[in-house]
């Protein structure tokens, strides 16, 4: 930031006009002073008395009166046409300044190895999101989503027999499994195929039920479509999860926001993490998940 940034023409206005203003008070206030020393005659008194005390009646003195003017005058100026000029803010400076710090950082960090994002996003998570989620990220006792659990075949099958909400997508939120028609013993074999086949995940401890799952996953391709995606008829319906189980799904949360038993988790969507601590804070999440 530049002091005394003459260029600016706001700052020039500004301190011609401060000048003017300090300049013309100083007339003033030595006229009036020389006013007070010299001896009036008789002068009129105004009809208000209090205890004796008589008001001159006087007429608003022409310096005071040119300088109310004058202001009225500039504020009207500054609100409507000054303040815009150069189109500076302070708003502005600062959106600037996280800008270009935002670009030092990827610059800086752009090239983050595996362990390195997952260092980089314990140490934001610690910051932002262990107030709800516990410093191990177990929910706190229910509080909020156990972590160690979301993103893993366990978590699937939470959200079937739990249902999913507040992600905002196209197709709302997404009942529990039982309301949908699907049969409580078929829920592990959902879950078995989603791991498998289509989530990042890519493995099961239920390989035998598999097949089942892929039969009743039928009844959720009304939201994620056949493959997955949650992309039908080229528009974004649901939650995609070909991407469940990696950093992408969890970024995909922090951008959009969630619902939970707390409240409602925010959007980091905002300036309050850039893409690269986004990708760090899912590397760790997806982390615990794991194990690791």
């Known amino acids: 930031m530049q002091w005394l940034n003459l260029e600016d023409n706001v700052n020039l206005l500004s301190l011609i006009g401060a000048i003017l203003i300090i300049l013309i008070t100083l007339v003033v206030v030595g006229r009036m002073f020389q006013q007070m020393k010299e001896t009036k005659g008789e002068a009129e008194l105004s009809e ?17 009166a040119i300088m109310f003017l004058l202001l009225i005058v500039w504020a009207i100026w500054y609100f409507l ?22 670009a030092k950082f990827q610059e800086k960090f752009h090239n983050l190895s595996a362990d390195d994002k997952v260092a980089m996003g314990e140490n934001l998570f610690l910051v932002q999101c262990s107030a709800c989620h516990g410093i191990t990220g177990d929910g706190i006792n229910g509080k909020a989503q156990n972590l160690g659990v979301w993103g893993s075949e366990e978590g699937i099958i939470e959200v079937l027999n739990k249902g999913s909400k507040g992600m905002n997508y196209a197709m709302g939120e997404m009942a529990p499994a039982a309301d949908l028609g699907v049969n409580a013993e078929d829920v592990p074999a959902v879950a078995a195929y989603v791991a498998k086949e289509i989530s990042a995940i890519k493995k099961t401890a239920n390989e035998n039920l598999v097949a089942r799952g892929k039969e009743v996953f039928a009844t959720c391709t009304a939201c994620h479509g056949e493959d997955g995606t949650g992309v039908i008829g080229g528009e974004v319906m649901a939650p995609n999860l070909t991407q469940y189980g990696s950093a992408e799904f969890v970024v995909d949360v922090l951008n959009r926001g969630k619902d939970g038993n707390i409240g409602v988790m925010p959007k980091f969507s905002s300036n309050i993490l850039n893409d690269i601590q986004k990708q760090a804070v899912g590397e760790y999440v997806i982390s615990l998940s794991r194990g690791e």
């Open 48 to 64: 208000h008395n209090w205890d004796g005390i008589g008001e001159y009646k006087n007429a608003v003195p022409l310096g005071w």
């Open 81 to 102: 046409l000054g303040y815009p000029l150069n189109s500076y803010s302070q708003i502005g400076e600062y959106n600037q300044e996280v800008a270009a710090h935002n």
